[in-house]
């Protein structure tokens, strides 16, 4: 397998998720020069209040903000794994699926949500966060996991690090002050999701949420995560 890798991949349950918990970094890291993909795993056929709304045109629409949202913040592709919205199972399937992607690949650092956040948590959130952490340690990593890919050419990779945003157990904060307003503008593209708020409440909103973030920081702005380092 002869694919140019990149430094980061961003593993994201539903369209948007990954706009709220990762885009100010993302911004950074791709001012700094570094390649990021995005995994978006499942279809977001159900994230609508709109009980006209068909469920096909909402996955077309959806994976359309997606595009866009990529494009806006640099990102160099977008995969879409297209799993049914709050229909996404810990299958061996789906495994082999992130386990596939990172062997292709070879991110340093792996981005999702934290699957340990506690009690009131979104299914596939937790599903998503679970399976990239399985997928990246031990079944990325080992040779005697998926013969099957290593004759495909994908070949066993050690990810560097795992950033999990919506933890409750943060460690690292990421300093966004300088493209909050790429960050901004990258979740505005999710008009289906974020296009009732008037456009002052929304960016007033972020801003809160990622000054909170910011706390203890000689920073303004953050993005907060559990960072995982793997050795
Ligand atoms: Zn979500």
Redesign the pocket.
């Known amino acids: 397998m002869n694919l140019k890798p990149v430094q980061v991949m961003v593993v994201t349950?539903?369209p948007?998720?990954a706009e709220y918990g990762v885009a100010g970094t993302v911004a950074r890291w791709i001012s700094d020069g570094k390649e990021v993909i995005y995994v978006v795993c499942t279809n977001g056929d159900k994230g609508t209040g709109d009980a006209n709304m068909n469920p096909e045109e909402l996955v077309r629409i959806r994976e359309k903000e997606q595009m866009a949202a990529a494009r806006s913040l640099g990102v160099r592709e977008v995969i879409f794994l297209r799993h049914p919205d709050q229909g996404l199972e810990d299958t061996p399937e789906f495994r082999k699926e992130l386990v596939r992607l990172i062997r292709m690949y070879r991110p340093e650092t792996m981005v999702t949500a934290d699957p340990y956040r506690r009690y009131r948590w979104?299914r596939?959130?937790r599903i998503t966060g679970q399976v990239t952490l399985d997928a990246v340690f031990p079944y990325a990593r080992d040779h005697l996991s998926y013969p099957d890919l290593i004759k495909e050419g994908l070949h066993p990779h050690k990810v560097r690090e795992i950033l999990l945003w919506a933890s409750e157990d943060v460690n690292y904060r990421s300093d966004i002050t300088a493209t909050f307003h790429l960050k901004l503008a990258a979740l505005r593209c999710h008009k289906s999701q974020v296009g009732h708020i008037p456009t002052q409440e929304l960016e007033e909103r972020l801003r809160q949420r990622q000054k909170i973030m910011a706390e203890g920081e000689d920073f303004h702005l953050a993005e907060a995560f559990h960072r995982v380092e793997m050795r």
């Open positions: 349950p539903h948007d998720d979104h596939d959130h």
